[in-house]
């Protein structure tokens, strides 16, 4: 599962991955794919750049960035606190998806779901807006 996390709004995409062979890294060419194809569906200012962790299935990075346009940084090792939006992203999906849980026996709707479940949770530090809330009102501000 892919999390992908504009900062200001919280507005989570959750496309579901299958699992690859490894190329270029343990699937980072089938991670770098499905990213590009889901940053494809914001609006490009808010996707200017991404924060990853320095998992193996992100080493197609540098191909990422020249195919997107996106800018790619890291986080330094053991500092989960750079990247505090995913982190507790993270742990809302464990409420649906317990650690070790086989995600290919869900559907892409199923994960879907969760996702859509997630953006319609008020959270505090969006004003107890909704992602979805704060991501609308952004858009509308950005016209």
């Not at 089938?30 to 940053?39: E, F, G, R, W």
Request: charged fraction near 20%; hydrophobic fraction near 35%; aromatic fraction near 8%.
């Amino acid at each position: 599962m892919l999390v992908h996390l504009p900062r200001e709004q919280g507005y989570g995409l959750a496309p579901r991955m299958r699992n690859s062979p490894p190329l270029a890294g343990y699937g980072a060419v089938s991670m770098a794919n499905a990213l590009k194809k889901a940053v494809k569906t914001l609006p490009a200012q808010l996707c200017r750049s991404l924060t990853w962790d320095r998992g193996k299935e992100l080493s197609d990075h540098a191909r990422f960035t020249i195919e997107s346009g996106v800018k790619v940084f890291f986080a330094d090792p053991r500092c989960p606190w750079q990247r505090g939006t995913n982190e507790n992203t993270n742990g809302l999906l464990r409420q649906y998806f317990p650690k070790g849980t086989d995600l290919s026996r869900w559907s892409a709707n199923e994960i879907q779901a969760v996702a859509n479940a997630l953006n319609m949770r008020p959270r505090k530090t969006l004003g107890w807006k909704t992602p979805a809330e704060a991501l609308d009102q952004y858009l509308k501000s950005a016209q």
